[in-house]
């Protein structure tokens, strides 16, 4: 796989600068994405892609399950992994918020909404560094 990504190397390695991700969640991110995202209009069509966003049921007033609706998507597999991995990093901000948004809704929750904020940051790399 590094002969394949050989030519990407400056972009995993800024990728590979978030906490959690190391070269071969890089290097598999990059494989499920690819190197430009030109098909989404922003970033945040692009965290819904990946079956990120959290869903929003909501019908006079009354609040019911705000599920996803993307439910096996392989890129979300991979930043969930990477926000478990991101949250055990002494010091970062991921671990942080995690333990902020766990205690008030619970760690499954709360660690969809780190991975998230690493497809979020993912996103801002790709688009932004890729041209250099």
Known sequence: MDLLTKEHQSLLDR??????????????ILSEIGVTLDEFICMSAFVSWAGLCPGNNESAGKRKNGRNGVRNH?????????????????????????????????????????????????????TRCSSF
């Not at 990728?15 to 598999?28: E, F, T, V, W």
């Not at 995690?98 to 497809?119: D, N, Q, T």
């Open 74 to 126: 392989p890129l979300k597999t991979i930043l969930v992994q990477v926000a478990w991995a991101a949250i055990k990093t002494k010091g970062s901000y991921y671990k942080a918020k995690y333990y902020k948004l766990k205690a008030r809704r619970g760690a499954k929750k709360a660690i969809v909404a780190i991975a998230h904020k690493i497809g979020k940051a993912v996103f801002n790399i790709i």
């Open 15 to 28: 990728l590979d600068a978030i906490p959690g991700i190391n070269k071969k969640s890089a290097q598999a």
